[in-house]
Every structure is written in structure tokens, then in C-alpha cells.
């Protein structure tokens, strides 16, 4: 019996360019209201402007690039707001995937969690933390075993960025937040399911209620300023 020949999808023109873009918006590295010119990256990529238009449509889609009147495509602004909805929806999302978690998690995976937890007690530096409480996260929510799930956390993740995950530490502090995460690890531990998910949701929604104080704070120096 002749077996059909497999087929090898080339992957589409304007592939190369999506992926470096998305990178550098994700990474920080093209931060909100930074102009996308066309010219510019169908230069840089060696391609003709209609890849690069098609990139820019994609990432508009994924609520990475707005096209604004007279200045064409430019990196979305994430605003104060959109952070504050974010962390609601993280309440949301990271609450099912640590009550999905719990039965699956090994003495391994306590260990791993545990060794980020010291490093982050121990590291001097408020982005070294932001990177940490990340990976704590990551880390604990991993065994849920639900790849969508795990997908849309590191989704939302990604889209309020380095920069901005930066703020929501310099709001949270640390010492708060190691002691939290001390506690949810221990109920984990326990297998405590509803405890654990109640003190992973006041942990949240604490950060928050601080993150929202700090924006405030940050509004009143600003009018203060501009007087």
C-alpha cells in the first residue's frame, strides 16, 4: 500500500518578524507607545513591508500593538488600570490551577519551590524578586497538569511584562510577600487544598489593594507636580 507523502508546512513569511517583535514587547525591550515603523523592521528583517504589516495585524490581535490615527502601529501602553484587572484575573486563574495543583505535588517539586523561596528571602535586588516571586508561582502551579490553564497564566503574565511586574514589587515589598509565600508552601505541604487556595487569593488580592494605594500615591505627586 503507498503511504501518502508527509507534508512540511513552510512556515509563513511573516513568521520571523511576529516572533522578533513579540519578543522584544514582551522582554521590555519596545516598551508601550514606542512607534513600530514598517520601513525600519522590513529593513532590518530584509523583507518587503507586507510581512511586516501582517506581523503588526497579529499582534494587534494578542492586544500587543495598537495602530493609532497619524502614527500608525505602536507598542501597546498597558495602563495602571489594565494591571489592576490583570490581578483579578490572576486571582481567578492561579486560585484553580494551585486547587488542581495540590494532589499532584511531589516531594521533588516542594524542593524546587523551596529552593526559589531561600534564593528570593536572600536576593538583594527588587528585580531579582520580581523574577522570583515569578518563578515561586510558576513553579507551585505547575503540577495542576492543565496546559491551557498554565498557558493563559503565562499569557497574562507576559502581557503586563517586566516593567510593569517590576511596579507591582516595588508596591508589594518583600517581606510580606515571603512570608505569604511561606505560608501557602506550608498548607501545600499539608495538602490543605481549600486553606492553601484561600491564603493564595488573599496574597493576591493583597498585592492588589497595594499596587492600587501606590497608583493612587503616584496620581497625587504627579497633579502636585504639574501645578
Not at 497619524?70 to 484587572?85: I, P, Y
Not at 493563559?152 to 515571603?178: C, H, K, N, W
Request: hydrophobic letters at 40%; charged letters at 35%.
Amino acid at each position: 500500500m503507498k503511504k501518502n507523502p508527509i507534508i512540511h508546512e513552510k512556515p509563513a513569511a511573516f513568521d520571523p518578524v511576529y516572533t522578533s517583535l513579540r519578543k522584544e514587547i514582551l522582554a521590555g525591550s519596545l516598551q508601550g507607545g514606542k512607534p513600530l515603523r514598517q520601513e525600519e523592521i522590513a529593513e532590518q528583517h530584509g523583507v518587503s513591508k507586507i510581512p511586516v504589516r501582517e506581523a503588526l495585524r497579529r499582534l494587534e490581535m494578542e492586544k500587543l500593538v495598537e495602530f493609532l490615527p497619524r502614527r500608525g502601529a505602536v507598542v501597546k501602553l498597558v495602563t495602571d488600570n489594565e494591571v489592576l484587572e490583570m490581578l483579578d484575573i490572576r486571582i481567578a486563574l492561579e486560585c484553580r490551577a494551585l486547587e488542581l495543583a495540590i494532589p499532584n505535588i511531589a516531594e521533588s517539586d516542594f524542593e524546587l519551590v523551596q529552593e526559589v523561596q531561600d534564593e528570593y528571602e536572600s536576593s538583594p535586588g527588587k528585580e531579582r524578586w520580581s523574577e522570583l516571586n515569578r518563578r515561586f508561582h510558576s513553579c507551585l502551579l505547575e503540577p495542576c497538569g492543565n496546559r491551557q490553564l498554565l498557558a493563559l497564566i503565562s499569557d497574562f503574565e507576559q502581557r503586563v511584562g517586566p516593567r510593569m511586574r517590576y511596579r507591582v514589587t516595588e508596591a508589594a515589598g518583600i517581606e510580606r510577600p515571603i512570608r505569604e509565600h511561606a505560608e501557602i508552601l506550608r498548607l501545600c505541604r499539608e495538602r490543605a487544598v481549600d486553606d492553601a487556595v484561600s491564603a493564595l487569593r488573599t496574597h493576591i488580592e493583597t498585592t492588589k489593594r497595594e499596587v492600587a494605594a501606590s497608583i493612587r500615591r503616584k496620581s497625587i505627586k504627579d497633579a502636585k507636580t504639574s501645578i
